[in-house]
T-cell receptor, first 117, second 113 residues
Framework: AQKITQTQPGMFVQEKEAVTLDCTYDTSDQSYGLFWYKQPSSGEMIFLIYQGSYDEQNATEGRYSLNFQKARKSANLVISASQLGDSAMYFCAMREGFTGSARQLTFGSGTQLTVLP | GAGVSQSPRYKVAKRGQDVALRCDPISGHVSLFWYQQALGQGPEFLTYFQNEAQLDKSGLPSDRFFAERPEGSVSTLKIQRTQQEDSAVYLC???????????FGDGTRLSIL
């Protein structure tokens, strides 16, 4: 089974509008972290926002917020007031567990966001 | 610079050649990761270092792949006898510790002819 599922291969949004990018995850760990990264066409992965599984409040970073619904195992990214520079591929990722040595991220397949002028 | 630096940015090699990809992490970052990203896909984990110790290499696809970080800073990913399926972007990431978010470099785009 996929650990991270992003069901929207592509999304379009009008400039200055808000957009929600979907992410669902699958884990049996009680402790885990959820991340969103932005990857422009230049290729760099840019960290946007983090949500810990024990965090009671949804994470926010500027125009980015994470709609965390633990019971539904979803961690959707909301971008408010979209800008042309937001056009990029967006990846949801998960890090499982706080014990053991491995700390790798498991990524979804991504959503290509295009902001229209 | 302040970010993760990877070189070369692009690498073209003939099938069968050996290649070496370099990663210079953010200064002081203990954890270093290598990922492989195929076209149109999300990155996939290859290997993890904590300082100079390679603690997890479960993602390396074959024994042709080898990574090292001898002094706990710069890391090199080496691929021997390259195959066409090795063509991908190789991303390096570092973090302060096991909990902090990972910061990625621009990647090395490897093309095997």
């Amino acid at each position: 089974a996929q650990k991270i599922t992003q069901t929207q291969p592509g999304m379009f949004v009008q400039e200055k509008e808000a957009v929600t990018l979907d992410c669902t995850y699958d884990t049996s760990d009680q402790s885990y972290g959820l991340f969103w990264y932005k990857q422009p066409s230049s290729g760099e992965m840019i960290f946007l926002i983090y949500q810990g599984s024990y965090d009671e409040q949804n994470a926010t970073e500027g125009r980015y917020s994470l709609n965390f619904q633990k019971a539904r195992k979803s961690a959707n990214l909301v971008i408010s007031a979209s800008q042309l520079g937001d056009s990029a591929m967006y990846f949801c990722a998960m890090r499982e567990g706080f014990t053991g040595s491995a700390r790798q991220l498991t990524f979804g397949s991504g959503t290509q966001l295009t902001v229209l002028p | 610079g302040a970010g993760v630096s990877q070189s070369p940015r692009y690498k073209v090699a003939k099938r069968g050649q050996d290649v070496a990809l370099r990663c210079d992490p953010i200064s002081g970052h203990v954890s270093l990761f290598w990922y492989q990203q195929a076209l149109g896909q999300g990155p996939e984990f290859l290997t993890y270092f904590q300082n100079e110790a390679q603690l997890d290499k479960s993602g390396l696809p074959s024994d042709r792949f080898f990574a090292e970080r001898p002094e706990g800073s710069v890391s090199t990913l080496k691929i021997q006898r390259t195959q066409q399926e090795d063509s991908a972007v190789y991303l390096c990431a570092s973090s302060e510790n096991r909990v902090q978010p990972q910061h990625f470099g621009d990647g090395t785009r490897l093309s095997i002819l």
